[in-house]
């Protein structure tokens, strides 16, 4: 992959992270770039949710420095992150299933018909049509959410992030509760949006999905970087031993 080519979308130069005292992040430094996915994996405890919870304005570093596209980065908050162009993709999705589609697109903010105080649904309808089609969900956009597939929940989740227009957008561990079709489904959306020049951290303990999605891998053990290159280069064994720090295949089996 060549990276110096590519367009640096979010940087981590050394930072780090201590909750009284111990490190959960310690002197990481890594990049991602457009058009790529990076994978992070590690061990629960490892320092993932640290990480995401700074970049995404959660939580602030006590050491080093976080940039976004060339510039500093430290979000006051998570809506100041998705005004950046920051966008999280949780395993608990945030969806209202008692709405329907359109409404959870847009419950942010529901355009109005110019010069009444009345909500311009033709519009919003064909909006949430489009930002739909984006990710091949053929649904009414007045359809609940709860009437939904798993799946097709985490399509919308998808699609409501999309119509910001992202630049960097975290999914972390997206495949829990989905079907092996809907994973498939998932994995071309993933393809495609990188594909269109979009910045992917991909988080997952699922290793062979690791290896298949993604262009590069970052590890982590005890809030440190252990490993990091080119998927291409990564055995399950060099996976798992920069992981734990020895080599116990079988509690990571191949599926």
Do not use: C, W
Not at 146 to 164: C, D
Not at 181 to 197: A, C, N, P, Q
């Amino acid at each position: 992959m060549m990276q110096n080519a590519q367009k640096e979308i979010l940087r981590f130069d050394h930072v780090s992270k201590a909750f009284f005292g111990v490190y959960a992040v310690k002197d990481v430094s890594f990049s991602t770039y457009a058009g790529e996915v990076l994978a992070i994996i590690g061990e629960n405890g490892a320092g993932k949710s640290t990480m995401m919870n700074m970049i995404g304005g959660v939580l602030k570093p006590n050491g080093g420095q976080m940039f976004y596209k060339g510039q500093p980065y430290a979000p006051q908050d998570p809506i100041d992150a998705t005004k950046h162009g920051v966008s999280f993709i949780h395993q608990e999705l945030n969806l209202f299933n008692n709405l329907s589609i359109m409404d959870n697109m847009f419950i942010s903010g529901f355009k109005k018909i110019p010069g009444t105080p009345l909500i311009d649904k033709r519009t919003l309808r064909k909006r949430t049509r489009d930002i739909l089609e984006m990710v091949d969900l053929h649904v009414s956009p007045d359809m609940p959410v709860e009437k939904l597939s798993p799946g097709e929940r985490q399509l919308v989740e998808i699609a409501k992030e999309l119509s910001r227009n992202p630049e960097l957008i975290i999914f972390d561990e997206p495949t829990t509760s989905l079907t092996a079709r809907e994973t498939e489904k998932l994995f071309s959306i993933i393809e495609r949006i990188r594909d269109d020049g979009k910045s992917i951290i991909y988080i997952s303990h699922i290793l062979d999905d690791v290896r298949r999605l993604s262009d590069r891998i970052l590890v982590l053990r005890d809030g440190n970087v252990t490993d990091t290159g080119d998927t291409a280069d990564f055995t399950p064994e060099r996976m798992i031993h920069s992981m734990v720090g020895r080599d116990i295949t079988h509690l990571y089996p191949e599926t």
